[in-house]
């Protein structure tokens, strides 16, 4: 299964910046309309403590979704250190919030469910082995990166999932890891892995529901294509 992951833009704010508000103060209109009023070039400049109209500029050159990927030094080249410290910031507070989760569990019936749970394995360019811990209702309680790096045995070993699935006392698990390449079709090493895992998590009696590769703009369910 595969679907397109590109993400829209949110219907009610555009990002077309009128000319009366490119030097509007972005942190007044923050307080006025609150974070979900501010288009993204506002919500930039409120971080980076920078005018609107320069964060519209930065944001014509480089897409918010490209800009959050480059490394420290790299950002610190284009922006000054401080404003590069701030970004990355609460660029990693926000993941960790995402993460740790808000108090909610989502129930998890299918592999396009899982999609939007691994944004921050899809564009890195390194593969990340991620698994997702779920109760026996199939909500997710837990997700965790295992092990970066390319993948293989002595990299991920089923006595590191199962240890985390133990301690947060799951009764299944889901497997992801990203292709930094694109290309979502499984390598044999991806399948040895799964079936590695598998055997591991039938003597533990935790089950395996499925193992996801994920990149850029495509997924592939190894449980939906027979290969586990």
């Known amino acids: 299964m595969s679907e397109n992951l590109s993400v829209k833009a949110p219907l009610y ?5 009128p000319a009366f508000l490119a030097n509007e103060d972005p942190q ?8 979900e009023g501010l288009r993204n070039c506002e919500l930039l400049a409120v971080i980076l403590g920078a005018k609107t109209q320069w964060a519209a500029e930065l944001l014509d050159a480089q897409e918010v979704s490209q800009l959050a990927t480059l490394p420290f030094p790299e950002l610190a080249q284009r922006l000054t250190p401080r404003q590069a410290g701030r970004l990355v910031a609460s660029l990693e507070l926000s993941r960790r919030v995402l993460q740790q989760g ?3 569990m989502p129930v998890i019936s299918c592999p396009v469910e899982v999609v939007p749970m691994l ?12 698994t997702l811990f779920l109760n026996a209702r199939n909500q997710l309680i837990h997700k965790e990166v295992i092990s970066i790096g390319s993948l293989s045995a002595s990299i991920v070993h089923p006595r590191e999932v199962f240890r985390v699935a133990i301690h947060h006392a799951a009764a299944s698990i889901i497997l992801a890891h990203n ?23 039938e ?12 990149g850029a703009t ?9 290969g586990m």
């Not at 944004?119 to 991620?130: G, N, R, S, W, Y």
């Not at 292709?179 to 979502?184: L, R």
């Open 119 to 130: 944004v921050e394995i899809k564009d890195q360019p390194k593969e990340h082995f991620l």
């Open 28 to 35: 007044q209109r923050l307080a006025q309309w609150g974070a």
């Open 13 to 17: 704010v555009q990002e077309e910046m």
């Open 179 to 201: 292709h930094p390449s694109g290309d979502v079709s499984a390598s044999r090493d991806d399948i040895e892995l799964t079936r590695r895992i598998v055997k591991a998590g």
């Open 218 to 226: 495509d997924f592939m369910s190894m449980k939906e294509q027979g």
């Open 203 to 214: 003597i533990m009696g935790i089950e395996v529901l499925d193992h996801i590769i994920i």
């Open 102 to 104: 808000l108090g909610v």
